[in-house]
């Protein structure tokens, strides 16, 4: 397979799963504003109306359904995963990973689980790439886009996060067209999670040649690093040598469970990289104050994940009846916590509504909280750290180029930029 072709389909399934997530006209920022001030429950399911789908695929629709919009609400759903469960992802976007997805797990499973694969995303470890990474970024993407004083930023930002990331799991990073077509293959088992009848036989058939695709290709890898001996600091590295519940993991189990870490491996990276830039080029006096001041890539990071936040909401499922502002919650109810809201809510965050990087430091809920916190969030960070040093260590003058429309934040999930016009000079 060619480079180009594989860069197309990468493209072609990230768009996909940006129209799949995209949702309706409304400004999902807006209508929570609005239901805060009316009421901080929501009797009925809330993301209906922006027509995106959640972690439930089709049991959706089929529970009493609650919606949870202030800070202190969603920090206590999110915190609390037993009372809280996610199990029934297993059914939903987890049906396309034997139900062996992190996402889906609960209760000593879960922890057990988090704490084989934890150390691989740890500081400590992450923070031994730096040096790779950084190479990778200047020498593969920024030097060969520097004589054309212009760029396409999210082009770079779809293809970096896959490149690292898949280099960290353990694949073989010497051939793009493989990992872009991997990535491809992680979008689309993503996009199997349809809502719309008249494309759901379809985009399920797609995930299902995903999986499949991405089974065989990672069965290739831990093959052959077992019969290698097991070694390196990689995810498959550690998974082959790791001990489960008093055991070693079959190739089966190590196959799963970094298959079940893909999908989200490279593009939600790229929707923050994408929100970060953005921020940064738009919000006046900031860019010069960063390029003077590189600690202030942290701050950035952290402001940008609590006020443009790339998953919206988090849904779970009560395990016992629990109550909210006088409003009882059957056992076996789900629970949409708006994360988009609770980031900007008012009573947590003074101007909440403004973007300020100077902001004390306060935990927000971009990626996530509690058990189910982000595994990947290190990674995730060093990555678009590394990225703006970068840009703005290389790219003298960078600004968005005025020929083209000013990017904007949108997507009911999933937020994120499509296109991130500048130039330098």
Request: include cysteine; hydrophobic fraction near 40%; glycine fraction near 8%.
């Amino acid at each position: 397979m060619s480079n180009e072709s594989a860069a197309l389909d990468l493209a072609t399934a990230y768009s996909a799963v940006s129209d799949l997530y995209r949702g309706t006209e409304l400004d999902i920022h807006e209508v929570c504003r609005q239901q805060r001030h009316i009421s901080p429950i929501y009797e009925g399911d809330f993301i209906t109306q922006f027509g995106v789908p959640t972690n439930a695929g089709t049991k959706q629709g089929t529970k009493p359904t609650y919606a949870l919009f202030k800070y202190q609400d969603v920090m206590a759903v999110l915190r609390d995963g037993a009372t809280y469960t996610s199990g029934f992802i297993a059914e939903g976007l987890g049906a396309f990973f034997d139900g062996l997805i992190i996402l889906a797990m609960d209760g000593d499973e879960h922890r057990k689980v988090r704490a084989l694969l934890q150390p691989a995303f740890m500081p400590e470890t992450v923070n031994k790439w730096r040096p790779q990474i950084d190479q990778v970024i200047r020498e593969e993407y920024i030097q060969k886009m520097l004589p054309d004083k212009k760029a396409d930023l999210m082009k770079f930002g779809l293809e970096l996060p896959i490149r690292v990331m898949y280099a960290l799991m353990g694949f073989p990073s010497d051939d793009p067209s493989k990992y872009k077509q991997y990535a491809a293959w992680a979008l689309a088992i993503v996009g199997g999670n349809q809502i719309d009848p008249a494309k759901m036989d379809e985009a399920r058939r797609q995930a299902g040649l995903a999986v499949k695709g991405l089974y065989d290709a990672l069965a290739d890898v831990v093959v052959k690093r077992r019969a290698e001996g097991s070694q390196g600091d990689d995810v498959v590295g550690r998974l082959l040598r790791a001990e489960y519940e008093g055991r070693t993991l079959d190739d089966h189990e190590v196959i799963t469970f970094t298959r079940s870490l893909l999908p989200a491996a490279g593009e939600t990276t790229t929707r923050m990289f994408g929100s970060v830039m953005t921020l940064l080029l738009t919000t006046p006096g900031l860019l010069e104050r960063v390029k003077a001041d590189r600690t202030l890539i942290n701050k950035l990071m952290d402001e940008t994940t609590r006020f443009e936040p790339v998953a919206t909401f988090k849904v779970r499922e009560t395990a016992k009846e629990v109550e909210f502002h006088g409003v009882k919650i059957p056992k076996g109810s789900f629970v949409q916590c708006m994360v988009i809201s609770a980031n900007r809510d008012e009573d947590a965050f003074e101007n909440a509504d403004k973007f300020d990087i100077d902001r004390k430091t306060k935990p927000s809920f971009g990626f996530g909280f509690g058990p189910h916190m982000c595994i990947g969030q290190f990674v995730a960070k060093l990555e678009i750290s590394s990225a703006v040093n970068a840009i703005l260590d290389l790219l003298p003058n960078l600004r968005l180029d005025p020929t083209q429309p000013v990017p904007v934040i949108s997507g009911a999930q999933l937020r994120g930029v499509s296109k991130l016009p500048v130039i330098w000079d």
